[in-house]
């Protein structure tokens, strides 16, 4: 069941994504436009599941980018993300394509 909490769905499932009116309208391009097509998300500060949104970011690579992200600090710049297993210089182009390193992606 999905959940929308501090502005964010939360889906247990890729199902339920798919099932949900959000992904049914995005797969079908009938003019959904989630927030999280237009806004970059603050990679500083995202969640596991902003992250999860991001293509090429499942959820052990959305763990691995915050714990790195806890142990050495906000990232400056996209190479700082190379040391990180799963992530190669294709990862970084889908990073940078929907995510910022600033406090606030204007």
């Known amino acids: 069941m999905a959940i929308h ?14 099932d949900s009116y959000i992904g049914n309208n995005i797969a079908n391009n009938n003019h959904a436009h989630p927030w999280f097509l237009f806004q970059k998300i603050p990679l ?40 990180i297993d799963g992530i190669g210089k294709k990862t970084i182009v889908f990073l940078a394509e929907s995510t910022c390193l600033e406090k606030n992606c204007d």
Do not use: M
């Open 44 to 83: 500083n500060s995202a969640s596991s599941e902003q992250l999860c949104l991001i293509k090429g970011i499942g959820k052990k690579t959305a763990r691995k980018i915050i714990s790195y992200r806890n142990l050495h600090g906000p990232f400056v710049e996209w190479d700082e993300l190379l040391p």
């Open 5 to 18: 909490q501090d502005g964010v769905f939360h889906f247990d499932n890729e199902k339920e994504i798919k």
